[in-house]
């Protein structure tokens, strides 16, 4: 879908609407697991001194724009228009498209956040919270929370753990996850809490 090579990473250049079609798609065809990156430019340049990070960035389902960052290089060294699909609009929007029909699990930020996130998201967007889990655990828990979220069978997968450590937890765990549709999404479970 005219994907392009931005600073040696992967961009998709499609529009929010776009996006969430396509989103929509996967979410119709459960048992496959995606993972979509929303590229900034601090994540460009951790990628370079972080291999594992710029691999699960290039394995990614889907990268879109998330600030005017990205849209500004991509014009300047591509000579590309790339509309924005950021992480806030793109989880919003899906559970405002899918409602009830969408199950979520609203994984990282301080302890309580994910909670508060998800009352919020119910309450807005009259999802279903198939769980919620706080993003400050070691990486020797990273099993227990992955097969926390397989468990809960989601069909939305939020994962706020702040840059790499998002991307890198969504990809590697994403046959056993086993979860349609997965975003790293920075600070959005913040923003969704208050
Ligand atoms: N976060 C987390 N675990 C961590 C680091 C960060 O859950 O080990 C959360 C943090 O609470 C916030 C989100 O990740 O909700 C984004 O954090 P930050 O803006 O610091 O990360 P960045 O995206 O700037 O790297």
Not at 56 to 75: E, F, H, P
């Amino acid at each position: 879908s005219g994907r392009v090579q931005l600073l040696g990473l992967p961009l998709d250049p499609v529009s929010l609407e776009a996006a969430l079609d396509l989103l929509g798609d996967w979410l119709a065809q459960p048992r496959a697991p995606h993972t979509v990156v929303t590229l900034n430019p601090e994540f460009i340049m951790q990628g370079r001194s972080d291999e594992t990070f710029t691999s699960a960035m290039q394995r990614a389902d889907l990268v879109t724009a998330d600030g005017v960052g990205i849209v500004w290089a991509a014009r300047q060294l591509l000579g590309l228009e790339v509309p924005r699909a950021p992480g806030f609009d793109l989880s919003a929007g899906l559970m405002q498209r899918h409602g009830a029909n969408l199950r979520v699990f609203f994984l990282g930020a301080r302890p309580g956040v994910a909670e508060a996130a998800a009352q919020q998201a119910a309450a807005r967007y009259g999802i279903v919270v198939a769980g919620t889990h706080h993003g400050y655990f070691d990486i020797s828990e990273d099993v227990r929370v992955a097969e926390l979220v397989r468990d809960s069978r989601p069909d939305l997968l939020l994962t706020a753990m702040g840059a790499a450590r998002q991307e890198i937890f969504n990809e590697y765990w994403r046959g056993v996850m086993n979860v349609p549709v997965m975003i790293g999404v920075g600070g959005v479970l913040d923003v969704l809490s208050g």
